[in-house]
């Protein structure tokens, strides 16, 4: 039961961070494109502190599961494979957000950029947010992939089910 709960927090996490990222970068990065270049800083002042809470919520379960179920599945090289492979996505979109989007972000949040050097952040911004995007997907897919194949390998009791014959 418990490898059940952690699978569901890799997986579900990893599949809503992925989500976070492309509603990001498909619906408000094009929103972002069409405003002129104050009149974003502006909505990015005002608005960038909701989008952390959706990322920490998303994100934090996905590298609990996942962190716990590599140190689970250590000694089995194909899944140890998948989970560093689902860790190496949501570490490579972690580490992008906080080597350029945070401090990216502070500052646009404080609004004293000229309108070319917003428009050119923005630019820099959603270009950088593409391999977040492709990252988290990686993370997501590896999860869930990791987890059905360790469905299928693993005996019945690592998954938290009796073993045939037992009532």
Known sequence: MKRLVYQNLAVVGGAMFAGVMLT???????????????????WFQ??????????????????????????????????RRGWLIALAGLGLASLITLVYHLPANFRLWGLDQTDSEVVSELRWWLVLHIPRIIA???GAVAALWTSLESARTLPDTAVGRAPAGVA
């Open 136 to 138: 988290g997907i990686v």
């Open 46 to 79: 005002a608005n960038f502190i909701l989008l952390l809470p959706c990322v920490m919520l998303t994100l934090t379960p996905a590298l609990v599961g996942v962190a716990w179920l590599l140190k689970q599945d250590w000694n089995d090289k194909r899944l």
């Open 24 to 42: 990001i970068g498909l619906a408000l990065g094009r929103y972002w494109l069409g405003l002129d270049p104050q009149e974003f800083a502006s």
